[in-house]
């Protein structure tokens, strides 16, 4: 009996390691630009990625996350002067986004099971050319946060 159940932990323990692997594997392969590119793509599969960005004229990013989390920093991005657009999406897992506090966000979310909050200065309390960011979050047991705050 005991055997059975330590071949059960070191077969658990195997298939884990083989999915982190995977994991990261298709995170990189998945990932796309870097913190100066206008558009980037951010993929966390069975583990965690930060991601801040510098971009001089931010058109879109897209950000994919499954049994793991994203912490993506754009304060320090300048929006492209038409503004720009964000996907989100996360599967039992989490994202946080930190916008800054001056960026008009219009936040759209899809949940089944999960959560979709913004955090953000009022659209109404900013100037009408204030930068726009769209933002479409989709969380299936898990969780988005877009903030100004720290």
């Not at 630009?33 to 897209?62: M, T, Y």
């Not at 001056?102 to 100037?127: C, F, H, I, N, Q």
């Not at 050319?129 to 969380?139: R, S």
């Given at each position: 009996?005991?055997?059975?159940?330590?071949?059960?932990?070191?077969?658990?323990?195997?298939?884990?390691?083989?999915?982190?692997?995977?994991?990261?594997?298709?995170?990189?392969?998945?990932?796309?630009?870097?913190?100066?590119?206008?558009?980037?793509?951010?993929?966390?599969?069975?583990?965690?990625?930060?991601?801040?960005?510098?971009?001089?004229?931010?058109?879109?990013?897209?950000?994919i996350?499954?049994?793991?989390?994203?912490?993506?920093?754009?304060?320090d991005?300048?929006?492209?002067?038409?503004?720009?657009?964000?996907?989100?999406?996360?599967?039992?897992?989490?994202?946080?986004?930190?916008?800054?506090?001056?960026?008009?966000?219009?936040?759209?979310?899809?949940?089944?099971?999960?959560?979709?909050?913004?955090?953000?200065?009022?659209?109404?309390?900013?100037?009408?050319d204030?930068?726009?960011?769209?933002?479409?979050?989709?969380?299936?047991?898990g969780?988005?946060?877009?903030?100004?705050?720290?």
């Amino acid at each position: 009996m005991i055997r059975k159940l330590v071949r059960a932990a070191v077969l658990i323990a195997v298939v884990e390691l083989a999915a982190l692997i995977a994991g990261l594997a298709i995170s990189r392969k998945l990932t796309r630009g870097d913190g100066d590119s206008n558009e980037f793509q951010v993929a966390a599969i069975f583990g965690g990625r930060k991601f801040k960005s510098r971009a001089p004229g931010l058109r879109s990013g897209s950000v994919i996350t499954s049994m793991g989390g994203a912490d993506i920093d754009l304060r320090d991005a300048t929006l492209d002067s038409s503004g720009a657009n964000l996907e989100v999406k996360t599967m039992m897992g989490g994202i946080r986004v930190v916008v800054p506090a001056e960026w008009a966000v219009d936040l759209a979310a899809d949940t089944k099971a999960g959560g979709v909050e913004a955090r953000v200065t009022p659209v109404e309390s900013l100037p009408d050319d204030a930068p726009h960011l769209n933002v479409h979050a989709v969380a299936c047991m898990g969780g988005v946060l877009v903030t100004s705050e720290i």
